[in-house]
């Protein structure tokens, strides 16, 4: 089978992370940084602003990391030629996935017993005639920390706190902030005053490390057969 790649999905990363830093830049929060000044001036509302906004560039830039590798995994997955039952349990949740939703939105009994019949035949089909690169498994928290132990957990990757480091802890702090300014609860001017540019540099590099570093990790682990199928 194919091997997988994550080199277009750690791109994008970066380039995500390459624009919040022209942001934070442009905002001459870098600049207070190289100055490394506990107790700057008050910030101006650029500043407050670009610092508020930034949470919204990581949440974001770690959305598209995280969506872009289980498809990414699940592509690569499709191009194994044995059967279904021979891969490991999260492939195979993968591909009932679309078969139970057809069993539940069925309109008729009899179009729910050929459907069962569907699910138990998928078992023996081929992964190469199967598609489901369309799959996510979303837990319910729109992205929180429990979503990347549920992805974790699903392809036997082990436990995320040590892959990820520091960024693991902010993950549901900072998902909490991006919802407050995309909704509109606060300005981001208001979240970026309480945070020096001391704050928002360790931010941004504990982020952009730990994404990374998890990407890598998915990418290593996949090198081993086992991480595919059960033999």
């Known amino acids: 089978m194919d091997t997988l790649s994550l080199k277009p999905q750690i791109d994008l990363f970066e380039q995500s992370m390459s624009e919040l830093e022209l942001l934070l830049k442009s905002a ?7 100055d490394r000044e506990l107790n700057p001036s008050p ?5 407050k602003t670009a610092k508020g906004i930034s949470f919204v560039f990581l949440f974001s830039a770690y959305e598209q ?12 997955a499709n191009s194994y030629r044995g059967k279904l039952k021979n891969m490991q349990d999260g ?12 069993y539940a939105d069925a309109a008729n009994v009899k179009t729910k017993i050929c459907n069962v019949k569907g699910v138990r ?3 023996d089909s081929y992964v190469r005639d199967l598609k489901f690169t369309d799959y996510f498994p979303d837990d319910g928290s729109y992205m929180k920390s429990t979503q990347v132990r549920t992805i974790c957990n699903l392809f036997d990757l082990g436990d995320p ?18 919802n407050a300014i995309a909704h509109g609860s606060v300005l981001p001017s208001t979240i970026g005053e309480n945070y020096s540019a001391l704050d928002i540099e360790t931010f941004y590099t504990g982020w952009r490390d730990g994404w990374v570093a998890f990407a890598e990790h998915t990418e290593k682990e996949s090198l081993n057969p086992r991480f595919w199928t059960r033999r």
Do not use: C, M, Y
Not at 65 to 76: D, F, I, M, P
Not at 91 to 102: D, G, T
Not at 161 to 178: C, Y
């Open 121 to 123: 035949s998928l078992l």
């Open 91 to 102: 492939f195979i949740a993968a591909a009932l996935n679309s078969s139970f939703r057809s």
């Open 65 to 76: 990391l995280l969506k872009g590798t289980v498809r990414a995994v699940l592509e690569t």
């Open 28 to 34: 001459n929060i870098f600049e207070q940084i190289g």
């Open 161 to 178: 706190a040590p892959i990820l480091g520091r960024a693991w802890s902010h993950i549901d702090d900072f998902q909490d902030k991006r």
């Open 43 to 47: 910030d101006d509302i650029l500043s």
